[in-house]
Every structure is written in structure tokens, then in C-alpha cells.
């Protein structure tokens, strides 16, 4: 991989998060029924800061859960996805927030749609991202982000959290890993 570019520093990512917490909670009017849902791994971790985000804003706690669609991609054998587990989390009849670090083709996403659909019937489903860096294959578009990222489509986005990695930024690096 050749030179990276950092493109979001610590204090770049907790204001995009405290940004994103104030849109969430004015979309939505307050946080009654919502729920946030979080991708494995790093849309995990951000779900669970924007839940102490909005705890920190309103005083109220939000649940959180964490997702992985990996069963349910669709360049997996749909055999062994019609046959994966309802995912145990709590959406029916929420107001969702599902959290991921990069939105890309939208694959990802449209996997966690099918998951969060086998364990229920959420009211409405809103897709928080802290980078969208375009090139979507599928029709999918993020309600809040935390910065548009224009890239080539052999950069790389690398989201890097203090919980998995020992640090916080975003960087775009040339070429793939």
C-alpha cells in the first residue's frame, strides 16, 4: 500500500459524532423507540458512542445492539443465507439507526437490511455513516454522515477506533490492502 492520507483526526470524528447525534435526535423528535444497531466491528463501536452522545444531549439511554450481516451478503450461496439465525436484537416496531464506518457499494448495508428483517418489523430504519465514500452499487444512501469522502475506486478508506486499534482516525490510502 502506497502513502495514506489522514482525513479525520480524533477531534474531526467525536464533533462529526456529536453532529450526527443532534441530526439524529432532531429527525426523529427525541428517542422515544428508537434503537441503534451497529455493523460488527467498527459500526458497532460507533453506535455505541453516538448512544453516549445522545445520553449526554437528552439524559436518556438508547439501546444498542450489535449485527453481523456476514450471513446474509449476497456473494455468499443464498442457500446458507435463507438458513442463517434471526439476529438476536430488539427492532420491532423501532425507530432504527443502523451504524457502519463506510458506506461503499451498499452491499454491507443492503446484508444488515435482511438480517434486521428476520428478527422483525422495525418502523423505519435510518443509515448512519461516519464516511460515505461514494461508488454505490445498489441504491442506498446514508440519512447522516459524518463527511462525504469523494475516492478513486482503488483507494482505500481506513477507519481506525481507539476500542479495536489503540487510536482514532480516518485515512484514505492508495491502492488495496
Known amino acids: 500500500m502506497a502513502q495514506k492520507t489522514q482525513i479525520m483526526d480524533e477531534a474531526a470524528m467525536r464533533r462529526s459524532l456529536t453532529r450526527m447525534a443532534h441530526e439524529i435526535l432532531e429527525r426523529n423528535k427525541g428517542l422515544d423507540d428508537l434503537v441503534l444497531v451497529g455493523i460488527v466491528t467498527r459500526g458497532a463501536i460507533l453506535a455505541e458512542r453516538l448512544g453516549r452522545k445522545l445520553f449526554e444531549i437528552e439524559g436518556q439511554?438508547?439501546?444498542?445492539?450489535?449485527?453481523?450481516?456476514?450471513?446474509?451478503?449476497?456473494?455468499?450461496?443464498?442457500?446458507?443465507?435463507?438458513?442463517?439465525?434471526?439476529?438476536?436484537?430488539?427492532?420491532?416496531?423501532?425507530?432504527?439507526?443502523?451504524?457502519?464506518?463506510?458506506?461503499?457499494?451498499?452491499?454491507?448495508?443492503?446484508?444488515?437490511?435482511?438480517?434486521?428483517?428476520?428478527?422483525?418489523?422495525?418502523?423505519?430504519?435510518?443509515?448512519?455513516?461516519?464516511?460515505?465514500?461514494?461508488?454505490?452499487?445498489?441504491?442506498?444512501?446514508?440519512?447522516?454522515?459524518?463527511?462525504?469522502?469523494?475516492?478513486?475506486?482503488?483507494e482505500q478508506v481506513i477507519v481506525r477506533l481507539a476500542e479495536v486499534d489503540g487510536l482514532d482516525g480516518v485515512w484514505i490510502a492508495e491502492g488495496r490492502a
Not at 444488515?112 to 461516519?130: F, I, S
Not at 461514494?134 to 475516492?151: A, M, Q, S, Y
Open 61 to 154: 439511554k438508547v439501546p444498542c445492539h450489535r449485527l453481523d450481516p456476514r450471513p446474509y451478503r449476497d456473494d455468499r450461496d443464498r442457500a446458507t443465507s435463507s438458513e442463517a439465525p434471526a439476529p438476536d436484537i430488539d427492532v420491532a416496531d423501532r425507530k432504527v439507526i443502523l451504524v457502519d464506518d463506510v458506506l461503499y457499494t451498499g452491499r454491507t448495508v443492503r446484508a444488515a437490511l435482511d438480517a434486521m428483517m428476520r428478527a422483525g418489523r422495525a418502523r423505519c430504519v435510518q443509515l448512519a455513516t461516519l464516511v460515505d465514500r461514494g461508488h454505490r452499487e445498489l441504491p442506498i444512501r446514508p440519512d447522516f454522515v459524518g463527511k462525504n469522502v469523494p475516492t478513486a475506486r482503488d
